[in-house]
């Protein structure tokens, strides 16, 4: 499985931005897509993440602040963060897992996001 991001960059606090991915590759059904993010010197943290049935989780930093969605049809999930603060600044990873059998796990390459005036 791959998976392709693409949206990230500089944007001014207060700002807007979205990121896409898209997975290719042999990917079975009801597997959950989302973003996680890594800031310097801090753990990977949940952004959002989304089910094949629409169920949606957020992080509690961005929650309010963000929207996750998916085209079930495309393997593709987007994530519009809104109203962004300086340490919204990361490196912002797609993920993609399955956990009935057969299970997976699987992660982009990471697209940096920097918040900053």
């Known amino acids: 499985v791959q998976l392709q991001a693409s949206g990230g960059g500089l944007v001014q606090p207060g700002g807007s931005l979205r990121l896409s991915c898209a997975a290719s590759g042999t990917i079975f059904s009801n597997f959950v897509m989302g973003w996680y993010r890594q800031a310097p010197g801090r753990q990977r943290e949940l952004v959002a993440s989304v089910t094949s049935g629409g169920t949606v989780r957020y992080g509690d930093s961005v929650e309010g602040r963000s929207t996750i969605s998916r085209d079930n049809a495309k393997n593709t999930v987007a994530l519009q963060m809104n109203s962004l603060k300086p340490e919204d600044t990361a490196v912002y990873y797609c993920?993609?897992?399955?956990?009935?059998?057969?299970?997976?796990?699987?992660w982009g390459q990471g697209t940096l996001v920097t918040v900053s005036s």
């Open positions: 993920h993609v897992r399955r956990t009935v059998t057969p299970t997976f796990s699987y």
